[in-house]
């Protein structure tokens, strides 16, 4: 079963909210300045880190922060603007028609991780339908997020493996895979633990 997402934000309960952006994508964006312009979509944005951290990096980018908690979108909007960030509260699986084929890039943090692996194609299909042909998709993706009490099967978030997103990427013919190495940045607890992806949309 599902978290109730919105429950989570309401109740403060977002262990996943680290108070600050990725570092993987601060560092990503950091040793490509001038790459991540245009429209990017950040899915599963929550409190906006990310999102802000790709305004204040990128001028030429748009990021927009989607999210289907309200009181996730709400706390995004309640921060000052750092450039060109916007948010829009929605389902990723249910993508507004004004979204589709229109971002230059695709932004994924611990959105994939978080739903349910039975939906996994799902939002490989909606990344696909957001992106532009020839557009981008960088993703970090938690390869191991095991540990404790909390093993496969147990709820988010949920691992996968490189021969898994080759899988749900590349063999429906939507997605080319051009990179896929550990991240030169991370949480302490993450590392070796995660996988930094980037695909080319067909």
Do not use: N
Not at 3 to 26: C, F, H, M, N
Not at 71 to 85: D, L, S, Y
Not at 147 to 157: E, K, L, N
Not at 169 to 198: K, N
């Amino acid at each position: 079963m599902q978290p109730d997402w919105d429950e989570q934000y309401r109740i403060g309960e977002t262990p996943w909210d680290k108070g600050e952006a990725a570092p993987p994508l601060v560092a990503w964006l950091r040793d490509h300045p001038g790459s991540m312009t245009g429209t990017v979509l950040v899915p599963g944005c929550g409190s906006g880190h990310d999102v802000r951290a790709i305004a204040s990096a990128e001028p030429d980018a748009r990021p927009l922060g989607l999210d289907l908690s309200p009181t996730a979108i709400a706390k995004c909007r309640a921060q000052p603007t750092t450039g060109g960030e916007r948010y829009v509260e929605a389902d990723l699986f249910a993508l507004p028609a004004e979204l589709r084929k229109t971002c230059d890039w695709v932004w994924e943090h611990t959105c994939f991780c978080a739903i349910d692996p039975a939906r996994r194609d799902d939002y490989v299909a909606a990344a696909a339908a957001a992106l532009k042909p020839g557009g981008h998709f960088l993703g970090i993706f938690y390869l191991d997020p095991y540990r404790g009490d909390h093993q496969p099967g147990g709820g988010p978030p949920h691992g996968c493996t490189l021969e898994e997103l080759r899988q749900r990427f590349e063999a429906a013919g939507r997605f080319t895979l051009e990179t896929a190495d550990p991240p030169t940045a991370c949480y302490p607890e993450r590392q070796g633990r995660e996988l930094l992806v980037r695909l080319t949309r067909q």
